[in-house]
């Protein structure tokens, strides 16, 4: 018998062996990947570009943080909590519901629909390069992306359930057990849920639009239109860089911008109890601003266009309207320029990144 | 010259200010236009001006985020701390911020936005030795930048904290806005108080120093002899040239080694509206002086005019 011919059998045995170890090590592979079926591991969410203008040490400020330290786990445990609907109690609503990573995590509609259809009274805002903001939602009733993480799932119109049934709920699931012990060292928690949540949201950094790659020195994608644009946008006749200065193109204050109306949201006023804080809302940034209308605090303005527009008539005439709100003066090439300037803040990278991606 | 060119003219005024040197608040500019690109742009740092580029005093890298002390260290037994609570007041009634306040010749007026900037401050003995001060934050160490932003919206910017030898003093001054060095700073670049957030912002170069928002109802500005006051005010300089007005403020002022002081500086902003509606003893440098009846001209006159008024009092 030759070498070959003996090995046959031992040849045969030792293959089924191998096959049934493969097969067990691929169900264990599925049983904790869940759906992912043969997924590779996930892109490093904490691999950013910094838009040009922020503040330097802010995002090493999150990394540093003694409270919550931003690291690969804890943004990557709170993507899944965003995109997860059990968090919600219908089970049909999650974050990513109401902030749909191609419209800048905006909703596209006025306002947005939580559970059970119910219709809030706000506009669902950009969740983009939070991490240099200090005040959450419209009116800053939240001072840090911990304190705003949670509220939305409580809210009664939104996710509609309270947190500790949302903890409860991820205590019930080993793999969300796994992943709060890997990224916070122990169980699921109010805390470490809000966390979490907040760790995904600072990873939420858009930094490579036309407009940060001309701030670089690079205009092949800043075209003539936007720069004369751009010079409107910052000249004193105009104004916008009294709220919106260049960098991260808001100055995170609050500031009535001609939206208020008699009778509607009363905005900041609502938090503060000041009477000159009628009808005041948080600066938003404006980075991706063309995937993210409608736009103002209700959604109320469908375009851009109509966002120049309704700041060419000096706001809706409202007397509490900021007084460095007026009427303006532009021609119709202004208006096209300050739209091609606008749109040179369209970071496709950021709207396309399959990072965030469920 | 059309308003539209205001921002372009202070753009080449900053430029013409940074290559003929600053004069009085430092050694000289050093001719810093680095990296400063077109409108609204930043240098590819981010900074307007190149760091070092000489001996002089006007670069940034003159306005560190950790100040260097003015107080010698060795002199830290024989200093004391004087804390200033900054309060706004029209004539003689608190401002506050948010609110409506009758004005005296009627209507009312609500602050919508208050902030300034203090820097540069030095106390003044009888003899009239200046003596220089070491702006303090409100944890103890020097104030980032050596410069104190007070905004009305936020009730822990209203304490001045001053670090001075001890001793009797009978005045005391500091520039009401940033000196040079820090007026080249680039708000991209820097953290508070001179971030965007500061909402200290201009679209060109440097920073605004004092800026007043506000608004009015029912004032009627028909009567002969009254006076409006302006809605806006919003003050800044030329980065590159010495531009900030330095006031004075009178009175008697103890500093003691071994305990603080504390003293209400009544910030009376009916006299920055009497400032800002003198008219402007000088223009601007360059072609193009700031458009009328914006606020811009209402902070060019204030600027001009403010160190002659009784704008900041020490109350006894």
Redesign the interface.
């Known amino acids: 018998m030759t070498p070959a011919a003996s090995a046959g059998p031992c040849l045969r045995r030792a293959t089924v062996v191998l096959l049934a170890a493969c097969h067990a090590l691929l169900a264990a592979c599925d049983a904790t990947a869940g759906s992912d079926r043969g997924a590779s591991l996930p892109a490093p969410l904490l691999d950013v570009t910094i838009p040009v203008g922020a503040r330097p040490d802010a995002w090493a400020m999150r990394l540093q943080s003694t409270e919550n330290a931003l690291t690969e786990s804890r943004a990557q445990l709170g993507k899944r909590l965003f995109f997860d609907s059990r968090l919600s109690s219908s089970g049909a609503i999650s974050c990513a519901s109401c902030h749909l990573p191609e419209h800048a995590f905006a909703d596209p509609h006025p306002v947005s629909l939580g559970v059970d259809g119910q219709a809030g009274r706000r506009n669902a805002p950009s969740l983009v390069n939070l991490v240099w903001s200090q005040h959450f939602f419209w009116d800053g009733r939240a001072g840090s992306l911990e304190e705003q993480a949670g509220q939305p799932i409580e809210n009664p119109v939104e996710m509609n359930l309270p947190l500790p049934e949302a903890v409860a709920s991820l205590v019930g699931d080993p793999t969300y057990v796994a992943a709060f012990e890997a990224a916070y060292g122990g169980p699921p928690s109010e805390s470490t849920l809000r966390k979490s949540l907040a760790s995904f949201l600072a990873t939420l950094v858009s930094g490579q639009s036309a407009y940060d790659q001309h701030l670089r020195g690079d205009d092949r994608r800043f075209g003539e239109d936007a720069q004369r644009g751009e010079a409107v946008f910052l000249s004193d006749r105009v104004g916008c860089f009294h709220c919106h200065p260049v960098g991260l193109l808001t100055n995170d204050g609050f500031f009535n911008n001609g939206s208020f109306e008699e009778g509607g949201d009363r905005g900041r006023q609502a938090i503060t109890g000041r009477p000159g804080d009628l009808g005041k809302f948080k600066v938003p940034g404006l980075r991706n601003i063309g995937a993210s209308g409608p736009y103002m605090h209700d959604g109320s303005v469908p375009t851009l266009t109509d966002v120049i527009e309704q700041y060419a008539r000096g706001g809706r005439g409202d007397p509490t309207t900021d007084p460095q709100v007026r009427p303006i003066s532009l021609s119709a090439a202004e208006k096209q320029d300050l739209l091609a300037f606008l749109t040179s803040l369209t970071d496709e990278t950021f709207l396309s990144d399959p990072r965030y991606r469920p | 010259m059309t308003?539209?060119l205001?921002?372009t003219c202070l753009l080449a005024s900053a430029l013409v200010g940074m290559a003929c040197g600053s004069g009085g608040q430092s050694a000289g500019a050093t001719g810093a236009t680095g990296g400063a690109?077109?409108?609204?742009?930043?240098g590819?740092d981010?900074v307007i001006g190149a760091t070092g580029g000489g001996g002089g005093g006007s670069t940034i890298a003159s306005c560190p985020e950790l100040p260097v002390a003015r107080l010698d260290p060795s002199a830290a037994t024989s200093s004391g701390v004087v804390e200033l609570d900054a309060r706004l007041f029209l004539g003689d009634r608190p401002l506050l911020?948010?609110?409506?306040h009758q004005l005296p010749e009627g209507g009312t007026v609500?602050?919508?936005?208050v902030r300034f900037y203090v820097s540069t401050v030095a106390v003044i003995r009888a003899d009239g030795t200046v003596v220089p001060v070491d702006l303090l934050a409100a944890g103890g160490g020097l104030a980032p930048y050596g410069v104190h932003l007070f905004n009305a919206e936020d009730p822990s910017t209203f304490t001045l904290r001053l670090r001075a030898l001890a001793g009797e003093y009978t005045a005391f001054t500091f520039l009401l806005g940033l000196d040079v060095p820090c007026n080249l700073r680039s708000?991209?670049?820097?953290?508070p108080p001179l971030?965007?957030?500061?909402?200290m912002?201009?679209?060109?170069l440097g920073y605004l120093f004092l800026r007043y928002?506000?608004?009015l109802?029912g004032v009627d500005g028909s009567a002969p002899g009254a006076t409006v006051p302006p809605?806006?005010i919003q003050m800044g300089g030329i980065p590159g040239m010495p531009t900030a007005p330095q006031i004075r403020v009178d009175g008697p002022l103890s500093v003691s080694a071994t305990s603080s002081a504390r003293r209400v500086l009544r910030v009376q902003v009916d006299e920055w509206f009497r400032a800002a509606l003198l008219p402007a003893r000088e223009t601007l440098p360059g072609p193009t002086p700031p458009?009328p009846g914006?606020?811009?001209e209402a902070g060019d006159s204030l600027r001009q005019n403010v160190a002659s008024v009784k704008a900041f009092v020490l109350s006894p």
């Not at chain 2, 911020?97 to 409506?100: C, D, M, N, S, V």
């Not at chain 2, 912002?201 to 060109?204: D, N, Q």
């Open positions: 308003k539209v205001f921002g690109s077109a409108v609204g742009g930043l590819g981010g911020f948010g609110e409506e609500t602050p919508l936005n708000f991209g670049n820097s953290n971030s965007a957030d500061s909402q912002t201009w679209p060109v928002e506000s608004r109802d809605t806006a458009p914006t606020a811009f």
